[in-house]
């Protein structure tokens, strides 16, 4: 995947650091699909997401009270606990390609530290229609992460097409807008062909 590539599913991500890493599986994924021969690739290239993940929290981990109270002096400084600049998503849409690489473990942490503030409209999912299957299921990250393989492939189409419309919410951000009447809330039940189906929710 190339940096602007990534830097672009860093702007769909909203700065949610679990909804990034999806986007980039789940683009490295839509790739080898379609391009049969560069398959091989694929686990590598997932193994370099894990990588930088797991590298950004060995290097770059907060966890005592001192750590604490050094984010939050930090933070009014505009710099993270480790003295790097937060960066906005301007400054991180403007950066070459060596810079982008150069800083993704130090643009990951401050993602998981929720240093990266995106201004996000509020979405209205009322009357939101997938166009690939014609329904108002909305897939959440939740739901997504339920997944097993195959259902993730058979659905995949269909989230993809969602995300580009209202993205990825979480199950919270839809029980928020169910309290408005933007989407209903759908209990577990069983078909009728034993076909078990989990609780979702649906727009409206």
Sequence with gaps: MGVSR????????NGDPETFEQLRRAKYNEFAKSNPSQQRYLQGWNN???AVKNFAKTNFQDSSDSDTTMLKVGIEMNVDQNGN????PQEIGEM???EFEKNLPIIEQQLQNGLIKQQVPKVDYSGYINPVNGG???????DIDKMTSKEYSENEAAIMAQMKAIG??????LETS???GGTVYVKPYTRSDGTEVRRYYRAI
């Design 6 to 13: 990534a830097k672009k599913l860093l702007e769909q991500s």
């Design 48 to 50: 370099r997401v894990t």
């Design 85 to 88: 600049h937060i960066y906005t």
């Design 96 to 98: 070459s390609a060596e």
């Design 136 to 142: 108002g299921k909305i897939y959440s990250r939740e």
């Design 168 to 173: 990825i919410p979480t199950n919270k951000e």
């Design 178 to 180: 169910s309290q408005k």
